[in-house]
């Protein structure tokens, strides 16, 4: 089965303009991504879809793949199956251009979820939430599972709602923002209809579960990936990288 990854990339953001093109330690973040992408042994090609010159320009100059997508893409979602329609692959993966220090084993194991499963459409990642603070954080968003691994919804809200016991009574789950997508399910999710879950939440699988598609997730016990959302966050990331991370 041949899987693709994808990372979807813009210079325009209103809280870190250019942030594909930051530099960590030495290299940027878009090619330190897809780097770590590329180490991942089931993809059989690492691409960036953009709609920018500089970072299309960068992506080349490291010996990286890229294609030029239209400014006109409302999400990344949209971006990556403009690009995947002239590309040949089974399975596409949406990686996040903004985690540097990605686990590629983790986009290796949502791979696996497809390949486990014919039917599966949808995938997904998850960890366990590590602190209190965590779990009450609207940035972070939760899920909750079945027995089966397909999720039954996501929020920015703490869920389950502990109506008794502590925290670490129960076990929450993390989502992480990388997805994978059968071809063909790629191409019908941007014509579902939002419903008011995912306009409430601001959260785009929530389509996927309100329209009857299951979303699985494989569950990453120590997920060490850290999401760049602001310049700040570059300084924790390079100290890792020094450390050897």
């Known amino acids: 089965m041949k899987a693709l990854g994808i990372v979807p990339a813009r210079f325009s953001s209103s809280r870190f303009p250019g942030k594909p093109l930051a530099m960590i330690a030495g290299k ?4 330190r991504v897809c780097e770590r992408a590329g180490m991942a042994r089931s993809l059989s090609g690492v691409i960036v879809a953009t709609d920018d010159d500089r970072i299309f320009s960068c992506v080349s100059s490291f010996g990286g793949k890229a294609v030029m997508t239209s400014p006109a893409c409302a999400s990344g979602t949209d971006r990556i199956a403009e690009a995947a329609a002239a590309l040949d692959a ?7 251009g903004d985690e540097p220090l990605l686990d590629p ?17 949808y995938g997904t990642l998850v960890t366990p939430v590590v602190s209190e603070n965590e ?14 691994d397909n999720c039954l919804y996501f929020s920015r809200s703490p869920i389950p709602f502990l109506r008794d016991g502590s925290f670490r009574d129960v076990r929450f789950w993390r989502h992480i923002g990388i997805y994978g997508f059968r071809r063909d399910f790629l191409f019908e ?17 929530l389509r996927a579960i309100e329209n009857g598609v299951p979303v699985k997730a494989a569950r990453i016990p120590d997920w060490r990936g850290i999401s760049v959302d602001a310049p700040e966050d570059l300084v924790t990331v390079e100290e890792i990288i020094k450390k050897g991370g």
């Open 28 to 31: 940027t973040m878009i090619q």
């Open 90 to 96: 089974e399975v596409i993966l949406n990686i996040q």
């Open 105 to 121: 084993a983790a986009l290796d194991l949502l791979v696996s979820l497809f390949e486990n499963d014919s039917s599966l459409r």
């Open 135 to 148: 779990l009450a954080s609207p940035n972070v968003v939760k899920t909750v599972m079945g027995r089966d």
């Open 189 to 205: 999710f941007g014509k579902l209809p939002q419903g008011d879950l995912e306009k409430a939440e601001s959260l785009e699988q």
